[in-house]
């Protein structure tokens, strides 16, 4: 599932930034859909994985791309 592959990479790269390219390249090599298809299964994965908790852990940051931040303890 793209999803389960799209959070390990970002885990697997934690706690640095991971562009949308590099994630795109990591998920498609090179034969990239268009950017629509990676925003859908990011929204599938933020309702899975932030949605019903009050700490975010999947963060956007515009312009350089995407985080996992661990909620505090």
Do not use: C
Request: aromatic share 4%; proline share 8%; glycine share 4%.
């Amino acid at each position: 599932p793209t999803g389960l592959h799209i959070l390990k990479v970002l885990m697997r790269r934690s706690p640095e930034v991971v562009s949308k390219q590099e994630l795109e390249k990591e998920l498609w090599g090179d034969l990239v859909p268009n950017s629509d298809v990676l925003r859908s299964h990011l929204y599938n994965l933020r309702k899975v994985i932030d949605k019903p908790f009050s700490e975010k852990l999947l963060h956007t940051l515009p312009s350089l791309g995407l985080k996992i931040i661990a909620p505090s303890a």
